[in-house]
């Protein structure tokens, strides 16, 4: 079963006289274990695909189906429960909170969920540990590098056992070593985990990373390349 079924959406907004068709009739699927990026020129559809797909938006015609869930058949309030379980996201910005170290911002997840103080924070510190920062936990994001404040949002995406990872634009702010090494651990979360990533990206080297790219052009798919040869 895919962990993600787009079924011809359309996404059309109204801008005074004139209609603006964002997204255009796409359909595709992601299976579990998939590594993939979606790219395009800017004002192509992808970070309004990436918005449906993550449940951060609702589609004006076609289905978005998450594991063997229609999203457009969940309330506001079920949709974002359903984000939670299911969905981790990691942005080009970090997004991290402030004032909370990286242990918190990881455990802080799974507060939401429910868990236990004693599970959460075992898991939080075991997710740290695996994405290299078993030194760093305690520290706030201040004080923490751009490259170590995003493997904390990896983390902090992970922690929840979501069905899959979208990562909008998320070597944007890092330099080329710092990029690289991100890269490298998401690969190999995907290779030993079997962690599914969709990425949203400009970015050559997560495109060449990438073992499927998806190219939007004016809210069409204009190709889908299966880059494993």
């Known amino acids: ?24 009739g796409v359909s595709l699927t992601i299976e579990p274990g ?7 020129p800017s004002g192509s559809g992808k970070t309004t695909l990436l918005n449906l797909i993550g449940g951060l938006d609702r589609p004006t015609k076609g289905s978005v189906t998450i594991r063997d869930t229609d999203l457009s ?15 981790g996201f990691v942005f080009q910005s970090y997004n991290l909170v402030p004032v ?30 695996r994405v290299g920062l078993a030194q760093k936990m305690h520290q706030r994001p201040s004080q923490l590098s751009g490259g170590q404040q995003q493997r904390v949002a990896v983390a902090r995406a992970l922690v929840s056992k979501p069905a899959f990872v979208l990562a909008d634009e998320p070597t944007a702010n890092l330099d080329s070593h710092t ?26 080297r997560v495109i060449e990373a990438a073992r499927r790219v998806i190219t939007l052009e004016d809210g069409h798919i204009a190709s889908d390349s299966d880059h494993t040869a």
Do not use: C, W
């Open 1 to 24: 079963m895919p962990v993600i079924a787009v079924k011809d959406v359309y996404k059309i907004y109204q801008m005074g006289e004139v209609e603006v068709r964002a997204l255009d």
């Open 73 to 87: 058949t969940l309330t506001e309030d079920e949709l974002i429960d359903f984000r939670l379980f299911n969905i």
């Open 179 to 204: 990029a690289r090494q991100l890269l490298d651990l998401m690969a190999e979360l995907n290779r030993d985990l079997g962690v599914t990533f969709v990425f949203s990206t400009h970015d050559h």
């Open 100 to 129: 909370l170290t990286a242990l918190e911002n990881v455990a802080f997840i799974m507060q939401l969920q429910g868990r236990s103080p004693k599970k959460y924070i075992r898991e939080a510190e075991e997710i740290l540990t």
């Open 34 to 40: 998939e590594f993939t990026a979606i790219i395009g």
